[in-house]
């Protein structure tokens, strides 16, 4: 079993900056981050990979959010600059121990609100 702790949610105005953080209790392969916006469905950010740092981001944060990998506290930091309306959302960090598509842990979410 691995628990996610996030951290680092909060209010910030549009064209601001936010950084989350996400810390794990044991060794992951992946780090990644998922968002749900108001009434929507949940919708993939960004994951890193602590093996060879390799990272992937959605198209609507590329250019805007970056991750990097602690790895000595295996943590991931997600930078948020520039952030717009389209980001509210609980930001969840989710985890897998081995290679593969399914995430089996989760951490317990944390808010992002922009005001305009």
């Known amino acids: 079993q691995v628990q996610l702790v996030e951290s680092g949610g909060g209010l910030v105005q549009a064209g601001g900056s936010l950084r989350l953080s996400c810390a794990a209790s044991?060794?992951?392969?992946?780090m990644a981050w998922f968002r749900q916006p108001p009434g929507k469905e949940r919708e993939f950010v960004v994951a890193f990979r602590w093996t060879d740092g390799g990272t992937w981001l959605a198209d609507s944060v590329k250019g805007r959010f970056t991750i990097a990998g602690d790895n000595p506290k295996n943590t991931v930091n997600l930078q948020m600059n520039n952030l717009k309306p389209e980001d509210p959302a609980v930001y969840y960090c989710?985890?897998?121990?081995?290679?593969?598509?399914?995430?089996?842990?989760w951490g317990q979410g944390t808010q992002v609100t922009v005001s305009s």
């Open positions: 044991g060794r992951t392969y992946y």
């Open positions: 989710a985890a897998p121990t081995v290679p593969g598509p399914a995430y089996p842990y």
